[in-house]
């Protein structure tokens, strides 16, 4: 385990946005970390799942390099892990097969690439994600866990638990699904949603990736009939509260 940074003064790393790269071959995480610390990042390194939760409780990375195969376990237990909380994770293995890919998005992964790879290439997808992402501001009432019936939608947590057993969501799936549940009974048309959610203005009538989204979130909270998120045709969604339905906030 090793760090690597720039020397400069705290007020300028300040803003400097934190990845953590986890993986057990040290000339390559070299390599990553002098060229994201060159490009005014701020790194750190860990060799194994159990370095990698100590550095990421203490660094609080706002991204995570994980890769698959770990001496200690497999990087995608480690992913889902990290799903709980606001980091945005990329998976970066030399596991081409298509099941690792499709199990590491289920996991949690909001992007695989296969190594080898690009260094520019890699920056370009992180700073994609960094700048798409970010949080949904919300105020104090909304914070409170969303309960209905036997979901629960915890902000704070950033977890979902359905029928008391907890529910795995990407980052953007959880802050979806949270945005359409805070806001029931109104259609969002996707530009909307891609505003709200993506942080973007400039839609091109990209439906599927809103499509897509919506199809994983159903899936994941047993909503495949549409009873809670509603497509409206030709418009686009809503969160449906019928006759009796309410969303309440948890004591």
């Known amino acids: 385990m090793y760090l690597l940074k720039e020397e400069s003064c705290p007020a300028m790393e300040v803003n400097k946005k934190k990845i953590l790269v986890v993986d057990d071959d040290p000339a390559l995480v070299k390599l990553i970390c002098r060229f994201f610390n060159y490009n005014n ?8 799942g159990k370095q990698a939760r100590q550095i990421f409780r203490k660094f609080k990375p706002d991204l995570v390099i994980l890769d698959i195969n770990l001496p200690d376990e497999t990087g995608l237990n480690l992913c889902q892990e990290i799903r709980k909380t606001d980091a945005i994770i990329i998976m970066l293995s030399s596991m081409q097969d ?10 949690g992964a909001d992007d695989y690439i296969i190594k ?24 104090n009432t909304n914070r409170k866990p969303l309960v209905l019936d036997q979901l629960i939608i915890d902000f704070c947590r950033r977890e979902v638990i359905l029928d008391g057993t907890s529910v795995t969501l990407t980052a953007l799936e959880f802050d979806l699904l949270h945005f359409l549940a805070t806001n029931p009974n109104r259609v969002w048309d996707r530009a ?21 989204h919506i199809g994983r979130i159903r899936k994941k909270i047993g909503d495949l009939d549409g009873r809670l998120i509603k497509t409206i045709w030709g418009r686009g969604y809503m969160f449906e509260l019928a006759n009796g339905d309410k969303v309440k906030l948890a004591d």
């Open 192 to 212: 909307e949603l891609i505003v709200a959610i993506w942080n973007r203005d400039d839609y091109t009538g990209d439906d599927r990736k809103v499509d897509i």
């Open 98 to 107: 298509t099941n690792y890919i499709l199990e590491a998005f289920e996991r």
């Open 116 to 139: 080898p790879f690009n260094l520019q290439i890699l920056k370009a997808k992180i700073e994609a994600l960094l700048r798409r992402y970010k949080p949904l501001s919300t105020n």
């Open 41 to 48: 990042y701020l790194t750190e390194y860990a060799e194994d």
